[in-house]
Each structure stands twice: as C-alpha cells, then as structure tokens.
C-alpha cells in the first residue's frame, strides 16, 4: 500500500502563488509515477501535472505550462506542485496520485484511470 497526504493548499488572489506538497509513504517501491490532479465543482477530474522516472522527468497539461512546476525530493519522499500567477480558473481540490507505468505508458500519466493510489486532497481557491 501506498499512502499520500497532501498539504498546502489555501486561499490566495489572482497573481498570487502557492506550494502543495504530498508525502509519500508505504511501498513506495511499487510506484514510479506521482501526478498531480484537480477538480474543480461539477467538472472531471483532470491531470495537472505529472513527475516520474526518479523525479527527472516532467509534463504539464496546457493550461498550467509556464506557471506551475512540478518537483521532486527523493530524500523526503515528497512531490511539490509550485503553482504561479494563478487564475481563478485555478480553484480547484487538488490531489496527487501514484501509480507504475512500464516505458510505453507514461504518456497515459496526465488520466486519472491509471492510477491506484490517491491522497484526500487539499483545497486551492483563487479570488479574481
């Protein structure tokens, strides 16, 4: 089992930024990937960003490139979500997710289907 809390999230101003974190813990050796997902009220699940492959590799869904960036500290097991230049369009609960994906399938990183392992999430509100 893996476990994943997320923390960091708030209340901020259009413009203003925000860090997320999420704490990995448990078997995190059957993992390999942590994305980054929100939900905003009445609207899908979608990817928002995603790391794998020891933290050395990054993609972002279109609306957020540019202002958030997504990281990793292998030391403390945990995943970041530097979020920027926020939009009201933003607000959203945030969560992250694991799950393991072979070499072909990270493309597939950004969907919610393939992941196992999800956190309670945090709530991220931006006022215009």
């Excluded at 097991?77 to 072979?102: H, I, R, W």
């Amino acid at each position: 089992q893996v476990q994943l809390v997320e923390s960091g999230g708030g209340s901020v101003q259009a413009g203003g930024s925000l860090r997320l974190s999420c704490a990995v813990s448990g078997s995190t050796y059957s993992t390999n990937c942590i994305t980054w997902f929100r939900q905003a009220p009445g609207k899908e699940r979608e990817g928002v960003a995603t790391i794998y492959n020891g933290g050395k590799n990054s993609y972002y869904t279109d609306s957020v490139k540019g202002r958030f960036t997504i990281s990793q500290d292998n030391a403390k097991n945990t995943v970041y979500l530097q979020m920027n230049s926020l939009k009201p369009e933003d607000t959203a609960m945030y969560y992250c997710a694991a799950t393991y994906f072979g070499s072909s399938g990270v493309g597939y990183a950004l969907e919610p289907r393939y992941f196992h392992y999800w956190g309670q999430g945090t709530q991220v509100t931006v006022s215009s």
